[in-house]
């Protein structure tokens, strides 16, 4: 185990992340392609071998995210001009339009104010930021402040893995473009007034996670960065529009020439010189959920705001012939105990991020829980399940409270191989069940009482001979489950977000099936593919998808400047 001491932006003090153990007896990514000023080179670990989801051809533009939207696969139209169902009742000019004002959508708008173009930000919903509000840092490689940290990080390794993880199906030149900006994207955040509290890794990642902080110096979420970037943008001129809904794109000979979007006095016509979408995918669709994933929308549970409705990609699929790339790809995350509220809420970080003890409905294990430190393994084994459950005993929340969990989650103040008070919100919990005995938990659960004390029984030999017999899962993990009493509950399948959508080249330009690019027509973030390919990756960059999105959105706007200015 290696202890990671980060100081904090501000008084200058450590900033401990406590020790980061290697999940499924592997080592995390601060080795011999990592350098960190005093501290000893580690091997590096395996890669871990997730299960991906299978290819889907299925049509991303058969959800309908509006009247206007057309109903075609990708690929199956090359858009002359747009639909003639378009009535606007004004127009509009300017030189760039972002669509979304998560991370991508408002990293774009003020790195293109920044460049000299006059910018619109539409966004559907009443506030400003979506979802992104909620993330906690972003992915950055050899940036100012990680150097400040003395760490360093081989660039050409983090590719090398990026491709390894996704068995080369992502685009090695997006990859790249990303791994070799990210960095600066963190410089050009502290160029604009951000701060942050620390830079870490979660589970095997590299130390690429930068958390912003707070006033107090203290890790926050990225709501904080965005309430700073989103003034400094209007400062520069940028307009911000909130509840005016993009209807469609403006596409003259092929080439995208701005947007239509729903005025509070009717449509209107917003004529640009590139359009950036960043409308933060499809999470919120069901019925594209549903086609392009194979599973059931109901049978799992999406953190984040709504309006995440698949626009940006439907209306580039339809309306401008765009091509996608794995565009079935989500960002899944540990599950969700019932009764829960949020992603945060004690009983999910403490028993589902953790490698507690998993059973399905025949009350059997069914992977190695380490596996929770990679998201997309994690949900993929929930999502393969009829249903989950989480079984916990009182020595467990003993271990929490005097040891320490195994994954951080800073902005509840808790961090690998710390003390975490987390009793009064276990025993609290809504979804739990408490039980005297392993056969009566099993009768409240719904479980066979049979089948459950003998995968417990199983279970607690291995803890007792450091062993792992079915899934291998490394002996410092393996608390045995006997001390009464005993508490278990249901567990859904979640998501944070959507990884998959367009494909995009380096310049973050939105292609069509032939690779070429559309003119006019940029993505990032959500709506954007080329970093991914059918999963999502923590386990290399952590905070990658927030990192995608802030480096995505500056490099579309730099080109797009660039290009039609």
Known sequence: MVRCTIRVIGDGTPYHFGEFLPFANRVGKLGPNVKKEGTMNLTRRNFLEGSALAGITAAVGLAGCSSGSQKEAPGEKQAESSPSTHNPVKTEDFD????????????????????????????????????????????????????DQGIQIDPVSVISDTMNYHHCAC??????????????????????????????????????????????????????????????????????????????LVVENGTVKGVYAQG??????????????????????????????????????????????????????????AATHHPEAVMWHTGALDGTDAFSDIPNF????????????????????????DFTCCGNALSSQGSNYVIIDDAYIDHIETVGPWMPMPNLGAFAGQPFECRDGIESAKGLVKANTIEELAEK????KEALAKTVDNYNKYCENGVDEEYGKSADMLLPVSKAPFYGGKVTP??????????????MQVVNEAGEAIGGLYA???????????????????????????????????HAVETFK
Request: with cysteine.
């Open 96 to 147: 760039i339009v972002v669509v979304g004002s998560g991370t991508a959508g408002t990293c774009a708008a003020l790195r293109a104010s920044e460049k000299g173009a006059s910018v619109l930000c539409l966004e559907k919903n009443s506030g400003l930021m979506g979802t992104s509000a909620f993330a906690e840092g972003f992915a950055g490689v050899n940036s100012k402040f990680q150097a």
């Open 171 to 248: 685009l090695a030149p997006v990859v790249r473009e990303m791994v070799f900006n990210s960095g600066e994207t963190m410089n050009w955040f502290e160029e604009n007034g951000v701060t942050f509290a620390a830079v870490a890794a979660l589970g095997n990642s590299y130390p690429t996670w930068h958390l912003p902080a707070d006033e107090k110096g203290m890790a926050t979420h990225v709501s904080t960065v965005l309430g700073i970037l989103q003034p400094a943008a209007e400062a520069m001129g940028v307009e911000f529009r909130t509840e005016e809904p993009m209807t469609g």
């Open 264 to 321: 509070k006095e009717g449509e209107i016509q917003i004529n640009a010189k590139a359009v950036i979408l960043a409308t933060g995918g499809w999470a919120n669709n069901p019925e594209m959920f549903e086609k392009l994933t194979a599973k059931s929308y109901d049978s799992v549970r999406v953190w984040g705001l709504e309006g995440r409705d698949g626009d940006g990609i439907n209306f580039a699929v339809n309306e401008a012939g």
């Open 350 to 373: 403490t028993l589902l991020m953790q490698p507690t003890l998993h059973v399905n409905e025949n009350a059997q294990r069914y992977f190695n829980e380490a596996f929770t430190s």
């Open 445 to 448: 659960l719904g479980l066979d």
């Open 494 to 507: 979640t998501l944070f977000t959507t990884v998959g959508g367009l494909k995009v080249n380096s310049q």
């Open 524 to 558: 990032a973030g959500g709506d954007a593919n080329g970093m991914y390919g059918a999963n999502y990756d923590v386990d290399v960059m952590s905070g990658g998808q927030q990192g995608w999105c802030a480096t995505s959105g500056r490099l579309a706007a730099e």
